[in-house]
């Protein structure tokens, strides 16, 4: 029988009968770590020092860039983007600068936040692509959350290094596309720059003068709507995933090994090829292509052997390379991919106990399993949304809401069954964040328990269930709780994740809007 079929064999029995039964608890499985993350750790401890690492030289010294996510990916080996999707032929040359799909070039400054800007100038490309207009986001915003509780309700914070003198004990941290991602989904912006400005000059002396900070007050005017996680860096699907990417939503951070050597400052050209994963150090966004671009044009020495530049953007201001971008050779070796993907103004409450985001993966021995996570309403509204993240192309989720939940997540009032239907399913091609909105909106009443419960299917990945955990350098402040995380084997039978997986909550988010 197809594994879906069966999923919904399971579904409907839980609908049909309305409780658990007594099945044995299934061991979990953590998936190894990255190989990246822990070659990363080996070589820039303690947490937060560059070591032979670092970001993008400035005033003669290094500061760290990018931190890599403690999440494997090499699995994904592409394409992501089906070629059913169409987009197999591609124009020789593609440029998101004459389309008049980018935003002005930005300054870092001082600081190691690149992968603030990566993340910033991928949304707001995506967002003038999609025809939603111009938007100067905040950096200064993502970068200081990021390593400072924001308020309380998102009192977690990433882990935080010892600086080296010199440096930001905040802005020099580093970052990922990942980091954005959670700090995004979780409610933490994207505000505009307006009204948290980046401040790019000198060092400021500790503690900083009035109004350098935010204030934790700044209206969210983009919500997350989606990160897109595109193939790993040596997949040969990568060039036909960034071109998909480029052509049919924006720019697409990506994550490099700068160093100054391989430059060509005469035609603002770039090649490297022996990057590794624990050399990373930057990130930038890739703009476009040109497929004749000439060899020539690399440092002498350092040639490619045929022609061909992807067009990238740098966040070391407009003064910079050409006008703030530079080339980019096909055979350089590149990393990750990640296309933000920006929503409407909304006033809606966010649920959830992953605000640090996706950390690990568990599973249960297979590629699927069910998850679940209880909540209490605190005011009365209606669940319209759910966010959550895959890890395979092609993922599928089968997912129910219940209300009036009395005791374990599948207790209380399925909205599936009551409206004598079965679980609402899709797939998502690409791994990544995904914010599914409901068929039918779904009430809660203040004070009252309501839960979301879904399915996960990863082909041929047998860590199905994304979790926030504590890992060290990392997410070591990831906290959980009894009875609010919960991961099965069959839909029936539940675990609560707290006591079989320390510190360990299901990235599962309910969306509710207010009543009225």
Same mark, same amino acid.
């Given at each position: 029988?197809?594994?879906?079929?069966?999923?919904?064999?399971?579904?409907?029995?839980?609908?049909?009968?309305?409780?658990?039964?007594?099945?044995?608890?299934?061991?979990?499985?953590?998936?190894?770590?990255?190989?990246?993350? #822990?070659?990363?750790? *080996?070589?820039?401890?303690?947490?937060?020092?560059?070591?032979?690492?670092?970001?993008?030289?400035?005033?003669?010294?290094?500061?760290?860039?990018?931190?890599?996510?403690?999440?494997?990916?090499?699995?994904?080996?592409?394409?992501?983007?089906?070629?059913?999707?169409?987009?197999?032929?591609?124009?020789?040359?593609?440029?998101?600068?004459?389309?008049?799909?980018?935003?002005? %070039? !930005?300054?870092?400054?001082?600081?190691?936040?690149?992968?603030?800007?990566?993340?910033?100038?991928?949304?707001?490309?995506?967002?003038?692509?999609?025809?939603?207009?111009?938007?100067?986001?905040?950096?200064?915003?993502?970068?200081?959350?990021?390593?400072?509780?924001?308020?309380?309700?998102?009192?977690?914070?990433?882990?935080?290094?010892?600086?080296?003198?010199?440096?930001?004990?905040?802005?020099?941290?580093?970052?990922?596309?990942?980091?954005?991602?959670?700090?995004?989904?979780?409610?933490?912006?994207?505000?505009?720059?307006?009204?948290?400005?980046?401040?790019?000059?000198?060092?400021?002396?500790?503690?900083?003068?009035?109004?350098?900070?935010?204030?934790?007050?700044?209206?969210?005017? %983009?919500?997350?709507?989606?990160?897109?996680?595109?193939?790993?860096?040596?997949?040969?699907? !990568?060039?036909?995933? #960034?071109?998909?990417?480029?052509?049919?939503?924006?720019?697409?951070?990506?994550?490099? $090994?700068?160093? $100054?050597?391989?430059?060509?400052?005469?035609?603002?050209?770039? =090649?490297?090829?022996?990057?590794?994963?624990?050399?990373?150090?930057?990130?930038?966004?890739? %703009?476009?292509?040109?497929?004749?671009?000439?060899?020539?044009?690399?440092?002498?020495?350092?040639?490619?052997?045929?022609?061909?530049?992807?067009?990238?953007?740098?966040?070391?201001?407009?003064?910079?390379?050409?006008?703030?971008?530079?080339?980019?050779?096909?055979?350089?070796?590149?990393?990750?991919?990640?296309?933000?993907?920006?929503? !409407?103004?909304?006033?809606? =409450?966010?649920?959830?106990?992953?605000?640090?985001?996706?950390?690990?993966?568990?599973?249960?021995?297979?590629?699927?399993?069910?998850? *679940?996570?209880?909540?209490?309403?605190?005011?009365?509204?209606?669940?319209?949304?759910?966010?959550?993240?895959?890890?395979?192309?092609?993922?599928?989720?089968?997912?129910?809401? =219940?209300? !009036?939940?009395?005791?374990?997540?599948?207790?209380?009032?399925?909205?599936?069954?009551?409206?004598?239907?079965?679980?609402?399913?899709?797939?998502?091609?690409?791994?990544?964040?995904?914010?599914?909105?409901?068929?039918?909106?779904?009430?809660?009443?203040?004070?009252? =328990?309501?839960? %979301?419960?879904?399915?996960?299917?990863?082909?041929?990945?047998?860590?199905?269930?994304?979790?926030?955990?504590?890992?060290?350098?990392?997410?070591?402040?990831?906290?959980?709780?009894?009875?609010?995380?919960?991961?099965?084997?069959?839909?029936?039978?539940?675990?609560?994740?707290?006591?079989?997986?320390?510190?360990?909550?299901?990235?599962?988010?309910?969306?509710?809007?207010?009543?009225?």
């Amino acid at each position: 029988m197809p594994a879906g079929r069966s999923h919904r064999r399971i579904w409907y029995s839980i609908l049909a009968l309305g409780a658990a039964l007594a099945l044995p608890a299934q061991a979990l499985h953590r998936a190894p770590l990255s190989a990246r993350y #822990l070659d990363w750790v *080996a070589r820039h401890e303690p947490r937060g020092v560059p070591g032979v690492g670092g970001g993008p030289s400035q005033g003669g010294r290094w500061v760290p860039g990018y931190v890599p996510p403690p999440v494997d990916m090499s699995h994904v080996r592409g394409p992501v983007f089906s070629p059913s999707l169409g987009g197999a032929a591609y124009p020789p040359s593609y440029d998101l600068r004459t389309l008049g799909g980018l935003t002005p %070039v !930005k300054d870092q400054g001082q600081y190691g936040t690149c992968w603030t800007f990566a993340c910033t100038g991928s949304l707001e490309s995506t967002l003038l692509t999609a025809g939603r207009g111009a938007f100067d986001l905040s950096e200064w915003n993502l970068a200081y959350y990021a390593y400072v509780p924001q308020n309380a309700s998102l009192l977690t914070d990433f882990t935080v290094g010892p600086a080296q003198f010199g440096e930001d004990p905040v802005f020099d941290q580093g970052g990922s596309d990942w980091m954005s991602t959670a700090l995004l989904a979780r409610g933490t912006g994207a505000v505009l720059d307006q009204d948290c400005p980046y401040l790019p000059g000198a060092y400021r002396p500790e503690p900083r003068p009035v109004g350098d900070l935010p204030n934790g007050r700044e209206e969210v005017r %983009v919500p997350l709507a989606g990160a897109l996680f595109l193939s790993n860096g040596d997949a040969p699907s !990568k060039a036909s995933d #960034l071109k998909f990417a480029l052509t049919h939503y924006g720019a697409a951070a990506i994550s490099m $090994d700068w160093e $100054d050597g391989n430059f060509d400052a005469t035609w603002n050209t770039y =090649r490297d090829t022996a990057a590794t994963d624990a050399s990373l150090n930057h990130e930038v966004c890739v %703009v476009g292509w040109d497929d004749a671009f000439p060899a020539s044009r690399f440092p002498a020495g350092n040639q490619p052997s045929a022609p061909g530049a992807w067009i990238v953007r740098n966040s070391w201001s407009r003064d910079w390379g050409e006008g703030g971008y530079f080339h980019l050779s096909y055979d350089s070796k590149v990393f990750d991919g990640t296309v933000f993907l920006g929503g !409407k103004p909304a006033t809606r =409450r966010i649920y959830q106990y992953d605000p640090l985001g996706w950390c690990q993966s568990l599973g249960l021995g297979t590629d699927s399993a069910c998850c *679940a996570n209880t909540f209490t309403a605190q005011a009365d509204g209606q669940v319209t949304a759910v966010a959550f993240y895959t890890g395979t192309v092609n993922t599928a989720y089968e997912l129910d809401l =219940r209300t !009036k939940v009395t005791g374990g997540p599948d207790t209380g009032v399925s909205d599936a069954g009551s409206h004598g239907v079965g679980p609402q399913q899709g797939t998502l091609l690409v791994p990544g964040y995904h914010v599914v909105q409901l068929a039918r909106p779904v009430p809660v009443t203040q004070g009252s =328990r309501f839960s %979301v419960l879904m399915r996960l299917t990863t082909p041929g990945y047998r860590y199905p269930i994304p979790v926030q955990v504590p890992i060290p350098g990392y997410s070591d402040h990831a906290t959980a709780h009894h009875a609010r995380s919960f991961i099965s084997a069959d839909g029936a039978t539940w675990q609560d994740l707290a006591p079989d997986c320390t510190g360990a909550a299901v990235c599962l988010k309910a969306l509710v809007e207010p009543a009225g």
